[in-house]
């Protein structure tokens, strides 16, 4: 899927990842090998870390020196947070693979599936309250985020009337809101200075969205082979994301004809129709336009940090995200 490939390079320039990854195993031993095994399971199945890669680059602005072991425990609240949301979230969907292995709740079940994500989101907490008041605070409020943003998404499944404002109040706290964490706490953790920090805040927030709105777009767009899972899934399941919403909104016979088939799950003969309106129509092209509005966001924020790699690295990110959706 979409990769911000400047921001990893930026962090494989050290044995930065390596220490995440460290961390992360390290954080979720526990004396229950089972427990472990369980809570380890995404981990090992590997991943790209963009949020702990976010905590670095945060940290790295303006200076050159290898991030402190504070700044990689930020980072890894942020991903634990993560990986604790994604094992609730394969529960509620019911998915049975994820990062090429069976989920969770598929090789063990819903219910350790569910106690492995709490215990994931209790280390993060853990880890954060080990870095200060402020970022334990800040990393509570994000997880309350993350948990409106669901249910903001949840109360609207199978509406058709869905409004766009709330759509982007969704992905604002079930994704954004991580990123934009991330990117705070490696500006606070690093001691940079309040402006700087509160642009590192927003340029996470921008790329937040950015990411979920590409991420949203390539589910109506890849092959199901580059998904892992079947091109449309989301409005099979009811959610109805920015490129749906937008053909909805611009009329007309095959917009009417969509609007008929959805409201309810969907048939494969009608999910591959409605992904036939969809890919033929304007909405894709109208929700890039809002993606790109997002990376002039983030680009601008970049103006406001000390300039030097990590900042040059922040800056392309989001254009290479978006280049992920424009042939």
């Not at 790329?207 to 079947?230: N, S, V």
Request: hydrophobic fraction near 45%.
């Amino acid at each position: 899927m979409a990769v911000a490939s400047p921001l990893l390079e930026l962090s494989q320039m050290d044995v930065d990842r390596d220490r995440v990854e460290a961390a992360m195993l390290h954080a979720v031993r526990t004396r229950d090998a089972y427990l472990t095994q369980i809570a380890s399971h995404l981990i090992v199945a590997g991943g790209k870390r963009l949020r702990p890669v976010m905590t670095i680059a945060a940290a790295k602005v303006g200076s050159s020196e290898p991030v402190s072991d504070d700044v990689i425990l930020g980072g890894i609240s942020c991903e634990l947070v993560h990986l604790g949301s994604l094992y609730h979230d394969d529960v509620m969907d019911e998915g049975v693979t994820r990062r090429g292995v069976e989920t969770v709740n598929a090789k063990w079940g819903n219910l350790q599936a569910i106690l492995a994500g709490d215990f994931l989101l209790a280390r993060a907490s853990e880890i954060a309250a080990g870095l200060g008041n402020d970022i334990a605070g800040l990393l509570a409020r994000t997880i309350s985020q993350l948990c409106e943003g669901q249910i903001e998404e949840l109360r609207f499944t199978y509406n058709v009337s869905r409004a766009i404002p709330s759509y982007l109040l969704s992905i604002e706290g079930k994704t954004a809101s991580l990123y934009s964490t991330a990117a705070r706490i490696g500006g606070l953790v690093a001691g940079h200075d309040a402006s700087v920090v509160d642009a590192l805040t927003n340029y996470g927030t921008s790329f937040g969205m950015l990411f979920q709105i590409i991420d949203d777009i390539l589910d109506l767009t890849a092959t199901d082979e580059q998904l892992g899972k079947p091109s449309g899934h989301d409005m099979e399941e009811g959610v109805y994301t920015l490129p749906v919403m937008l053909t909805l909104a611009y009329g007309g016979n095959t917009s009417d004809e969509l609007r008929e088939m959805l409201g309810k799950p969907l048939t494969q003969t009608e999910r591959l129709r409605a992904l036939e309106i969809v890919r033929a129509g304007d909405g894709i092209a109208r929700a890039i336009e809002t993606a790109k509005s997002y990376v002039q966001l983030a680009e601008a924020e970049c103006n406001r940090m000390p300039q030097g790699e990590a900042t040059d690295a922040l800056r392309a990110a989001p254009g290479a995200l978006l280049s992920s959706v424009i042939a």
